[in-house]
């Protein structure tokens, strides 16, 4: 084992042993034993010397035995480390309960008793077996606690970004399909509605490749898909579309809003309800950019089986860990989604 790494598994154990949780019954047992050496004892300074033992056992004990066994108490090496565990025991015992109480010419005690002595041996070995244990199962278990979390993470950007190459063929075959029809019946349509998605599939390539855009990016995909749908029927909706200054280069997930403009022409105009459709982006009360898009068609709720909004709810909480949110409110006939985006973008190093 390097230097380092004995360092650091030190270091650790002795913060561990400071605990409440681990320091709460270490005076629980050490107390017992300072009562006896102190009511048993004849020399005045008992007390300290029964202290001393107390803590370099605590302190010694799970440090050597995590040090000796970093992997947990193991055989393999013919019990040579065993070995040298009970030897580091021995010699703290003895060196603080035998020798040190004849060098300075104390009086017995309780604890510098030989068969104490062999007491105070077997505590020691006991006592860093199991803090040891304990400490290195609580490390083993943070350790796995966070490998989960970031497997898991990581699985959620990977579900997220196959969502993502998903859009593509989802809107590329109903724009097909639309286009399809056009051709039988108004070919200047079609002729339109081609050079139209060209321009949007350029753009949904490209965010798929990016891990930001401007807002205004976005905003502008939104409209293209707008427009294809009004190159079919121009009195299907009324357009208005209203940007606040300034908001413009805010970040976004690319094709995060996507989903919701298809949402709200499929389920509003499309369905039957003629009416105008309203894009707004403003500032928010605390700073923070909203986006509304409100179209005509009461919300029945959510339906079995929907993606859309539920995609758009997981990529905000993967892209702005919680800062984001997105409301959907129906009234008066009308369905608005509204979408709260902080203005200085996704938190860095996360694919949305």
Avoid at 211 to 218: I, M
Avoid at 291 to 315: C, F, H, K, M, Q
Wanted: proline share 7%; glycine share 10%.
């Amino acid at each position: 084992m390097s230097e380092t790494s004995e360092g650091s598994i030190v270091r650790a154990t002795l913060r561990a042993l400071v605990a409440p949780l681990r320091l709460g019954p270490i005076v629980l047992v050490s107390l017992p034993l300072l009562a006896a050496q102190v009511r048993w004892s004849v020399d005045p300074h008992a007390l300290w010397l029964g202290i001393l033992l107390c803590l370099l056992c605590v302190a010694v004990a799970p440090v050597s035995y995590r040090v000796l066994f970093p992997e947990g108490l193991d055989l393999s090496h013919g019990g040579i480390r065993l070995l040298l565990y009970a030897a580091v025991g021995c010699g703290v015992v003895l060196s603080v309960g035998y020798a040190l109480p004849r060098l300075t010419e104390m009086q017995p005690t309780f604890l510098s008793e030989r068969y104490n002595l062999a007491v105070c041996g077997g505590l020691f070995l006991v006592a860093g077996w199991g803090l040891g244990r304990d400490i290195g199962f609580e490390e083993t278990l943070t350790r796995e606690r966070a490998r989960a979390t970031r497997f898991a993470w990581e699985a959620e950007q990977a579900q997220l970004l196959a969502i993502r190459s998903h859009l593509d063929p989802h809107f590329l075959f109903n724009t097909l399909n639309a286009i399809a029809e056009w051709c039988r019946e108004d070919g200047a349509v079609a002729e339109a509605a081609v050079l139209r998605l060209s321009t949007m599939l350029r753009s949904v390539l490209a965010g798929v490749r990016s891990v930001t855009w401007p807002l205004s990016q976005e905003l502008e995909l939104m409209r293209t898909l707008f427009d294809l749908h009004l190159l079919r029927d121009p009195d299907l909706f009324q357009l208005r579309m209203t940007v606040a200054d300034g908001l413009g280069d805010v970040p976004v997930p690319p094709l995060l809003l996507l989903p919701l403009a298809e949402n709200a022409v499929k389920h509003g105009p499309a369905s039957g309800h003629r009416g105008p459709l309203l894009v707004s982006v403003g500032v928010a009360r605390d700073g923070a950019v909203e986006v509304s898009i409100d179209n005509p068609g009461a919300s029945r709720g959510p339906r079995e089986g929907s993606v859309g909004l539920p995609t758009v709810e997981r990529r905000l909480a993967l892209a702005y860990a919680g800062r984001a949110s997105l409301s959907l409110t129906s009234a008066d006939g009308r369905t608005r989604v509204t979408v709260t985006l902080p203005r200085q973008g996704p938190q860095p190093g996360v694919l949305t």
